[in-house]
């Protein structure tokens, strides 16, 4: 009689195991490629880690599930040993996993513009979102020091990397100081910035112009200029430019004038004043319009300059040997008074 014995034989996958910074766990896979039934127990070797099931029997093929407790571990590398026993085998199995430090999001507050009487935009920057994606971000104002998101706030929703990010405000209360900071928000926690301060205007009002001298004056044209001294507490100038004309009183519905279009800030400009008579005084004056109305700076006279006389010489006729007659035309004064007209000849 010839009797034989065969054997169990196992393999277990993954023979190594890395569950980074993310991972929570991972499965085993027991293949029976024997013959029989195989029973096994487990060991681990840090109270971090448990198995399920931790022992059981096995035909053909079998599944265990190692799980980690990330959440009581200080941020750091982790390393442990799951252990299959099978009678008298023993077959381990390396962990390695990563805490990874838990931050909060880094925000800055960059400045504020666009200050009007009930409205201001923000500029902020999401510097480093943190170990987790942001899920609010905004700004939070309020006329109390050190704003908090329990005050006035805006919500820009959530963000996975680091942006610039601006946004308008409305409904503030007319020459109010105003505390205001940026906020971001993530898993681990809450983060503000530096904290800004700003004053809304006054009520608008219509801007104010100043008019400068005239240059750059010829016989036809000319150079305005102006400055917008103030916007008068909005955010924009609608029109403006200059008026002109040979009377002292002058109003854009009448006069000659310039349309620069709409403008943000206060400074400086130019227009140039054109289709003018030569040696003629004219008067012209800066003007500017926003939702309040029209503002006119002081009219300003200037005088252009005379323009070159033009004149023709007609042909000579009634020649003898000792005389002939001759005359001109003149066709444009160019503004200018004649003293004194003639023909002039000679040789050469």
């Keep these: 009689i010839k009797v034989e014995v065969s054997g169990a034989e196992i393999e277990i996958m993954p023979m190594e195991v890395d569950l980074g910074e993310d991972e929570s766990s991972v499965q085993f896979t027991l293949t029976n490629k024997g013959k029989g039934n195989i029973s096994y127990k487990t ?54 996993m990563t805490i990874p430090v838990k931050s909060k999001p880094v925000v800055s507050f960059d400045k504020t513009k666009d200050i009007t009487y009930n409205t201001a935009t923000f500029v902020g920057t999401i510097v480093e979102v943190g170990s987790s994606n942001i899920i609010r971000y905004g700004f939070c104002w309020s006329a109390e020091e050190e704003p908090t998101i329990e005050d006035n706030i805006s919500d820009m929703g959530d963000c996975s990397a680091p942006i610039s990010f601006e946004g308008k405000i409305s409904d503030l209360k007319e020459n109010t100081k105003y505390y205001v900071r940026a906020y971001a928000e993530n898993a681990i926690g809450l983060s503000y910035s ?132 001759c005359g001109g035309r003149i066709s444009d004064y160019g503004g200018r008074t004649i003293k004194e007209c003639g023909l002039c000849w000679s040789q050469s």
């Design 194 to 325: 530096n904290v800004s301060t700003f004053v809304t205007a006054g009520l608008p009002t219509i801007p104010t112009v100043q008019t400068k001298d005239v240059t750059n004056i010829s016989s036809n044209s000319a150079i305005a200029n102006g400055t917008v001294i103030s916007l008068g507490n909005v955010s924009k100038i609608t029109q403006f430019g200059h008026i002109w004309g040979k009377s002292k009183e002058l109003s854009t519905a009448l006069a000659s004038k310039t349309e620069l279009g709409s403008l943000t800030d206060i400074g400086e400009y130019k227009s140039e004043v054109y289709e003018l008579e030569p040696n003629q005084v004219y008067y012209v004056c800066s003007y500017a319009t926003n939702e309040k109305g029209t503002a006119y700076g002081d009219v300003v006279e200037f005088n252009t300059l005379p323009a070159d006389i033009i004149l023709s010489t007609d042909k000579v006729t009634d020649i003898v040997h000792n005389a002939a007659t």
């Design 43 to 96: 060991e681990v070797s840090n109270n971090w880690m448990g198995l399920e099931p931790n022992a059981g029997d096995i035909t053909t093929k079998g599944y265990v599930t190692l799980s980690v407790n990330r959440g009581s571990l200080d941020p750091g590398e982790y390393n442990g040993t799951v252990t299959f026993i099978i009678g008298a085998e023993r077959i381990s199995i390396p962990v390695k």
